[in-house]
Protein backbone atom coordinates (compact mmCIF):
# COMPACT_ATOMS: atom_id res chain seq x y z
CA UNK A 1 0.00 0.00 0.00
CA UNK A 2 1.27 3.06 -1.30
CA UNK A 3 -1.19 5.53 0.94
CA UNK A 4 -0.04 7.63 3.27
CA UNK A 5 3.44 7.04 2.02
CA UNK A 6 6.30 9.71 0.89
CA UNK A 7 7.50 9.89 -2.81
CA UNK A 8 10.52 12.12 -3.12
CA UNK A 9 10.32 13.22 -7.14
CA UNK A 10 13.49 15.43 -8.72
CA UNK A 11 12.46 17.65 -11.49
CA UNK A 12 8.78 17.20 -10.83
CA UNK A 13 7.79 20.92 -11.64
CA UNK A 14 6.93 19.98 -15.51
CA UNK A 15 6.67 17.04 -17.70
CA UNK A 16 7.65 13.69 -16.89
CA UNK A 17 8.01 14.44 -13.08
CA UNK A 18 5.14 16.48 -12.85
CA UNK A 19 2.93 13.68 -14.40
CA UNK A 20 4.89 10.89 -12.16
CA UNK A 21 3.45 13.40 -8.93
CA UNK A 22 0.22 13.35 -9.90
CA UNK A 23 0.38 9.87 -10.42
CA UNK A 24 1.68 8.84 -7.29
CA UNK A 25 -0.77 11.30 -5.18
CA UNK A 26 -4.00 9.33 -7.16
CA UNK A 27 -2.32 6.78 -5.19
CA UNK A 28 -2.50 8.15 -1.81
CA UNK A 29 1.23 8.93 -1.79
CA UNK A 30 2.38 12.54 -0.23
CA UNK A 31 5.01 14.52 -2.32
CA UNK A 32 8.07 16.13 -1.94
CA UNK A 33 8.27 17.94 -5.39
CA UNK A 34 12.15 18.72 -6.19
CA UNK A 35 12.48 21.32 -8.73
CA UNK A 36 15.57 23.43 -10.30
CA UNK A 37 13.92 26.93 -10.04
CA UNK A 38 10.77 26.92 -12.12
CA UNK A 39 8.65 27.92 -9.06
CA UNK A 40 5.57 28.72 -10.75
CA UNK A 41 5.77 25.65 -12.33
CA UNK A 42 6.32 23.58 -9.12
CA UNK A 43 3.46 25.42 -7.48
CA UNK A 44 1.06 24.39 -10.05
CA UNK A 45 1.99 21.04 -9.63
CA UNK A 46 1.71 21.60 -5.65
CA UNK A 47 -1.64 22.70 -6.18
CA UNK A 48 -2.98 19.96 -8.51
CA UNK A 49 -1.37 17.52 -6.34
CA UNK A 50 -2.82 19.07 -3.18
CA UNK A 51 -6.44 18.37 -4.88
CA UNK A 52 -6.20 14.87 -4.93
CA UNK A 53 -5.88 15.10 -1.12
CA UNK A 54 -2.32 14.71 -0.76
CA UNK A 55 0.03 16.53 0.96
CA UNK A 56 2.96 18.49 -1.89
CA UNK A 57 6.09 20.18 -0.52
CA UNK A 58 8.21 22.35 -2.56
CA UNK A 59 12.27 22.23 -2.26
CA UNK A 60 14.16 24.25 -4.98
CA UNK A 61 17.62 22.32 -5.20
CA UNK A 62 20.14 22.01 -7.67
CA UNK A 63 20.23 18.25 -7.76
CA UNK A 64 24.30 18.63 -8.99
CA UNK A 65 25.19 20.41 -5.57
CA UNK A 66 26.11 17.46 -3.13
CA UNK A 67 25.75 19.83 -0.12
CA UNK A 68 22.43 20.92 -0.99
CA UNK A 69 20.97 17.39 -1.59
CA UNK A 70 22.36 16.06 1.63
CA UNK A 71 20.41 19.47 3.74
CA UNK A 72 17.37 18.95 1.61
CA UNK A 73 17.62 15.18 2.18
CA UNK A 74 17.19 15.85 5.82
CA UNK A 75 14.55 18.15 5.39
CA UNK A 76 12.20 16.18 3.73
CA UNK A 77 12.62 13.70 6.31
CA UNK A 78 12.07 15.89 9.14
CA UNK A 79 8.46 17.49 7.43
CA UNK A 80 7.59 14.73 5.82
CA UNK A 81 8.79 11.29 7.27
CA UNK A 82 11.07 8.48 5.77
CA UNK A 83 11.44 8.60 1.32
CA UNK A 84 9.24 5.43 0.86
CA UNK A 85 9.58 6.22 -3.22
CA UNK A 86 12.52 8.03 -4.76
CA UNK A 87 12.31 9.05 -8.67
CA UNK A 88 15.60 10.28 -10.09
CA UNK A 89 13.66 12.44 -12.93
CA UNK A 90 15.27 15.81 -13.11
CA UNK A 91 17.68 15.93 -16.40
CA UNK A 92 19.04 18.72 -18.74
CA UNK A 93 20.18 17.93 -22.39
CA UNK A 94 22.90 19.96 -23.81
CA UNK A 95 23.48 18.55 -27.57
CA UNK A 96 26.16 19.00 -29.93
CA UNK A 97 28.12 16.81 -32.11
CA UNK A 98 31.13 15.33 -30.01
CA UNK A 99 33.54 17.62 -32.37
CA UNK A 100 31.91 20.72 -31.01
CA UNK A 101 30.88 19.45 -27.34
CA UNK A 102 33.01 21.12 -24.80
CA UNK A 103 34.13 19.52 -21.84
CA UNK A 104 31.28 22.07 -19.63
CA UNK A 105 28.67 20.66 -21.57
CA UNK A 106 30.12 17.14 -20.93
CA UNK A 107 30.00 17.57 -17.21
CA UNK A 108 26.56 19.86 -17.06
CA UNK A 109 25.01 17.19 -18.19
CA UNK A 110 26.61 14.25 -16.20
CA UNK A 111 26.60 16.37 -13.41
CA UNK A 112 22.68 16.86 -13.43
CA UNK A 113 21.41 13.73 -15.34
CA UNK A 114 23.85 10.47 -13.23
CA UNK A 115 25.19 12.79 -10.40
CA UNK A 116 22.49 13.96 -9.49
CA UNK A 117 20.84 10.61 -8.96
CA UNK A 118 23.72 9.34 -7.18
CA UNK A 119 23.45 12.29 -4.30
CA UNK A 120 19.74 11.55 -4.02
CA UNK A 121 20.31 7.20 -3.39
CA UNK A 122 23.29 8.73 -1.53
CA UNK A 123 21.44 10.68 1.13
CA UNK A 124 18.09 8.70 0.97
CA UNK A 125 20.27 5.49 1.59
CA UNK A 126 19.85 5.20 5.56
CA UNK A 127 16.72 5.65 5.45
CA UNK A 128 15.74 2.83 2.97
CA UNK A 129 18.20 0.77 5.14
CA UNK A 130 15.92 1.47 8.51
CA UNK A 131 12.83 0.91 6.54
CA UNK A 132 13.83 -2.57 5.36
CA UNK A 133 11.94 -1.78 2.19
CA UNK A 134 11.09 0.70 -0.68
CA UNK A 135 11.37 1.90 -4.12
CA UNK A 136 13.86 4.08 -6.37
CA UNK A 137 13.19 4.41 -9.99
CA UNK A 138 15.74 6.16 -12.04
CA UNK A 139 14.30 7.88 -15.20
CA UNK A 140 17.06 7.21 -17.87
CA UNK A 141 16.72 7.19 -21.90
CA UNK A 142 16.13 4.59 -24.59
CA UNK A 143 19.45 7.17 -25.79
CA UNK A 144 21.07 5.30 -22.97
CA UNK A 145 20.31 2.23 -24.63
CA UNK A 146 20.89 3.06 -28.23
CA UNK A 147 23.06 5.95 -28.42
CA UNK A 148 22.07 9.26 -30.55
CA UNK A 149 24.23 11.04 -32.97
CA UNK A 150 24.80 15.16 -30.88
CA UNK A 151 23.68 13.23 -27.30
CA UNK A 152 27.63 11.77 -26.34
CA UNK A 153 26.64 13.64 -22.89
CA UNK A 154 23.39 12.54 -22.66
CA UNK A 155 23.52 9.28 -23.58
CA UNK A 156 26.78 8.55 -21.11
CA UNK A 157 24.28 10.07 -18.41
CA UNK A 158 21.70 7.47 -18.97
CA UNK A 159 23.85 4.33 -19.64
CA UNK A 160 25.85 5.57 -16.40
CA UNK A 161 22.16 5.59 -14.74
CA UNK A 162 21.50 1.83 -15.85
CA UNK A 163 24.96 0.86 -14.07
CA UNK A 164 23.87 2.89 -11.16
CA UNK A 165 20.35 1.36 -10.92
CA UNK A 166 21.81 -2.12 -11.29
CA UNK A 167 24.59 -1.41 -8.58
CA UNK A 168 22.28 -0.18 -6.35
CA UNK A 169 19.99 -3.09 -6.36
CA UNK A 170 21.96 -5.14 -5.83
CA UNK A 171 23.15 -3.41 -2.50
CA UNK A 172 19.62 -2.90 -1.49
CA UNK A 173 18.03 -5.88 -2.74
CA UNK A 174 18.89 -7.84 0.92
CA UNK A 175 16.96 -4.53 2.52
CA UNK A 176 14.09 -5.54 0.25
CA UNK A 177 14.60 -2.10 -1.74
CA UNK A 178 14.19 -2.44 -4.72
CA UNK A 179 15.64 -0.44 -7.50
CA UNK A 180 15.02 0.10 -11.69
CA UNK A 181 15.06 2.64 -14.15
CA UNK A 182 12.36 3.23 -16.78
CA UNK A 183 13.97 3.97 -20.36
CA UNK A 184 11.65 6.25 -21.85
CA UNK A 185 11.46 6.94 -26.07
CA UNK A 186 10.32 10.79 -27.35
CA UNK A 187 7.96 12.15 -24.88
CA UNK A 188 6.22 15.20 -25.50
CA UNK A 189 7.52 17.67 -23.01
CA UNK A 190 9.14 21.02 -23.08
CA UNK A 191 12.48 18.70 -23.88
CA UNK A 192 11.49 17.24 -26.81
CA UNK A 193 9.41 20.50 -27.59
CA UNK A 194 12.93 22.19 -28.13
CA UNK A 195 13.56 19.83 -31.57
CA UNK A 196 13.04 21.64 -34.95
CA UNK A 197 9.36 20.35 -36.67
CA UNK A 198 11.68 18.52 -38.90
CA UNK A 199 13.55 16.72 -36.19
CA UNK A 200 10.06 15.72 -34.70
CA UNK A 201 8.20 14.13 -37.72
CA UNK A 202 11.95 12.13 -38.29
CA UNK A 203 11.50 10.64 -34.95
CA UNK A 204 7.89 10.10 -35.10
CA UNK A 205 8.24 8.17 -38.18
CA UNK A 206 10.68 5.92 -36.52
CA UNK A 207 8.23 4.94 -33.40
CA UNK A 208 6.81 1.92 -34.63
CA UNK A 209 3.28 3.15 -32.12
CA UNK A 210 3.48 6.37 -34.42
CA UNK A 211 3.17 9.17 -32.40
CA UNK A 212 4.96 10.54 -29.27
CA UNK A 213 4.68 9.05 -25.75
CA UNK A 214 2.79 11.14 -23.52
CA UNK A 215 4.24 12.06 -19.45
CA UNK A 216 1.31 10.10 -18.40
CA UNK A 217 2.36 6.98 -20.13
CA UNK A 218 5.98 6.95 -18.53
CA UNK A 219 3.90 7.79 -15.09
CA UNK A 220 1.78 4.70 -15.21
CA UNK A 221 5.43 2.34 -15.52
CA UNK A 222 6.57 4.08 -12.48
CA UNK A 223 3.69 3.88 -10.62
CA UNK A 224 3.92 -0.07 -11.43
CA UNK A 225 7.47 0.33 -9.93
CA UNK A 226 6.44 2.00 -6.98
CA UNK A 227 3.47 -0.48 -6.25
CA UNK A 228 3.12 -3.62 -3.57
CA UNK A 229 2.79 -5.51 -7.16
CA UNK A 230 6.05 -4.69 -8.57
CA UNK A 231 7.97 -6.27 -5.34
CA UNK A 232 9.67 -9.21 -7.56
CA UNK A 233 11.32 -6.55 -10.10
CA UNK A 234 15.13 -5.23 -9.28
CA UNK A 235 18.04 -3.87 -11.82
CA UNK A 236 15.28 -3.69 -14.80
CA UNK A 237 15.37 -1.19 -17.19
CA UNK A 238 12.26 -1.24 -18.35
CA UNK A 239 11.42 1.14 -22.24
CA UNK A 240 8.44 3.09 -22.35
CA UNK A 241 8.82 4.28 -25.97
CA UNK A 242 6.06 2.90 -28.37
CA UNK A 243 8.18 -0.11 -29.61
CA UNK A 244 11.73 2.69 -30.93
CA UNK A 245 14.22 -0.12 -28.98
CA UNK A 246 12.62 -3.06 -29.82
P1 LIG B 1 11.56 18.81 -18.78
O1 LIG B 1 12.63 19.59 -19.47
O2 LIG B 1 10.14 18.96 -19.21
O3 LIG B 1 11.64 19.09 -17.19
C1 LIG B 1 12.87 18.98 -16.53
C2 LIG B 1 12.63 18.96 -15.04
O4 LIG B 1 13.90 18.77 -14.38
C3 LIG B 1 12.07 20.27 -14.52
O5 LIG B 1 11.21 19.97 -13.44
C4 LIG B 1 13.31 21.00 -14.03
O6 LIG B 1 13.05 21.94 -12.99
C5 LIG B 1 14.13 19.83 -13.49
N1 LIG B 1 15.57 20.11 -13.43
C6 LIG B 1 16.41 20.37 -14.48
N2 LIG B 1 17.66 20.58 -14.02
C7 LIG B 1 17.62 20.45 -12.67
C8 LIG B 1 18.58 20.58 -11.63
N3 LIG B 1 19.86 20.87 -11.88
N4 LIG B 1 18.18 20.40 -10.35
C9 LIG B 1 16.87 20.11 -10.07
N5 LIG B 1 15.92 19.96 -11.02
C10 LIG B 1 16.29 20.14 -12.29
O7 LIG B 1 12.04 17.28 -18.89
P2 LIG B 1 11.22 15.95 -19.23
O8 LIG B 1 10.02 15.85 -18.37
O9 LIG B 1 11.12 15.82 -20.69
O10 LIG B 1 12.29 14.86 -18.76
C11 LIG B 1 12.31 14.29 -17.46
C12 LIG B 1 13.35 13.18 -17.44
O11 LIG B 1 13.04 12.21 -18.42
C13 LIG B 1 14.77 13.67 -17.77
O12 LIG B 1 15.70 12.97 -16.98
C14 LIG B 1 14.92 13.31 -19.22
O13 LIG B 1 16.26 13.12 -19.56
C15 LIG B 1 14.15 12.01 -19.27
N6 LIG B 1 13.70 11.65 -20.59
C16 LIG B 1 12.88 12.48 -21.31
C17 LIG B 1 12.49 12.14 -22.57
C18 LIG B 1 11.61 13.00 -23.40
O14 LIG B 1 11.40 12.64 -24.57
N7 LIG B 1 11.05 14.07 -22.90
C19 LIG B 1 12.93 10.86 -23.17
C20 LIG B 1 13.76 10.07 -22.33
C21 LIG B 1 14.13 10.46 -21.09
P3 LIG B 1 12.59 23.48 -13.33
O15 LIG B 1 11.16 23.38 -13.84
O16 LIG B 1 12.69 24.19 -12.03
O17 LIG B 1 13.51 23.98 -14.38
Known amino acids: MLKGKTALITGASRGIGRAVA ?8 NIAVVYAGNTAAAEETARAVRETGA ?4 YACDVADDAAVCALCKRVAEEMGPVYALVNNAGITRDKL ?8 FDAVLDVNLKGAFHFIRH ?23 GNAGQANYAASKAGLIGLTKSIARELAPRGVTVNAVAPGFIDTDMTRALPDGAREALQAQIPLKRLGAPEDVAAVVAFLCSDGAAYLTGTVIPVDGGMAM
Open 98 to 105: AAQMKEED
Open 22 to 29: LRLAQEGM
Open 55 to 58: QANL
Open 124 to 146: TYTGFLRQRGGRIVNISSVVGLM
